[in-house]
């Protein structure tokens, strides 16, 4: 007999998770942004949290991905070329993680946005160095496992080569692959193609943003030509039943994140959504946060989505987990051991919840 408790929030929150799919641009926390933008003396509301966080924040959902990222955008601005404030985000991203029961997680971030601002400017190898020295403080000090996922930009070409190269130095310093972002509408410009071809050949794990705010033509693009592992959203695949086919047979895992994919205007409430129809097609897929502090929604928020609106049942929750133990950038050995920890962890919660 399964019981599930009243407020599946609880369920949920004590849940083993592993998070494939979130950038710490949209997961920087407020109180670090503030102290930042206070110590540049940025002529914003500092001292003012409420008015403060609607600068850099959402208070629900947007038209268009475009809208979307403006806060984020206003983020970076005041964060960028800073290594301390980079640190310290990183950080206290781990100890967010370790709260909402996060096991392993894999952290995305643009060098190119985070090393400058009107204020500052650092090299993109000193963004990195930031964000793993606020990782490895976090790991030491709450236990969560990590790696790193360095995004290239849509936007701009001709520095896919140069983040390419700055993940194969990292590679070996928590860096497991690459992504790219930030524009899936643009043409696919062969700088780019050349780059993933590099990374590929030389065996840099790739995710690739596509299917969120253009068509599913874009999904297929990223398997075929760009060589992704993994595809970051992916929700325009439901309208197109070759793609579809295609992906459940080469066993692509999509990276999804039901509350943004309503805050970016890409899927709507009340309608029916891609991931019920992942669900019913069994496509591989998790459940990720995205940009949490954008959203002010958490982890688990994303978990509760999944189960109390888009109506996925505790067993299929528990094999979006699974799904991500499969689908991370992890060697064979780490992920058979993270494997055992999560299978663990669900048997402790299961007793607790009598789920059986």
Known sequence: MTTLPLDTALLYRSIPKVELHVHLEGACELQTVMATAKER???????????????VSLSGPQSSLENYLKPLITTVDIVGGSSKA???LAYN????????????SELRFSPIWLSYSQFAQITYDEVVDAVASGL???KKDFGVEYNMIICLLYTKPE??????DLALRYRNKGVAGIDICGGEWLPLHQLHIDAFKKAKELGLNITVHAGEAGPAANIKRAIEVLGADRIGHGYTMVKDEEVLAMAKKL???FETSPISSIYTGCEKMGEPHAIQKYSDNGVNFSINSDDPCVMRKTLTDNYVMASDVLGLDYKQIKQCVLNAVDAAFLS?????SLKEKILQKFT????????N
Request: charged share 30%; hydrophobic share 35%.
């Open 332 to 336: 064979d050995d780490k992920r058979a």
């Open 93 to 104: 991203f781990l100890k967010t993680s370790h709260e909402a029961g996060v096991m392993y």
């Open 41 to 55: 003396q940025i002529p914003l509301p500092f001292d003012d949290t409420e008015k403060f966080q609607n600068l």
């Open 251 to 253: 066993n692509v895992h």
């Open 159 to 164: 520095h896919s080569a140069e983040m390419v």
């Open 86 to 88: 980079i640190e310290m």
């Open 136 to 138: 490895d403080r976090g």
């Open 348 to 355: 402790e919660v299961e007793s607790q919840y009598n789920i």
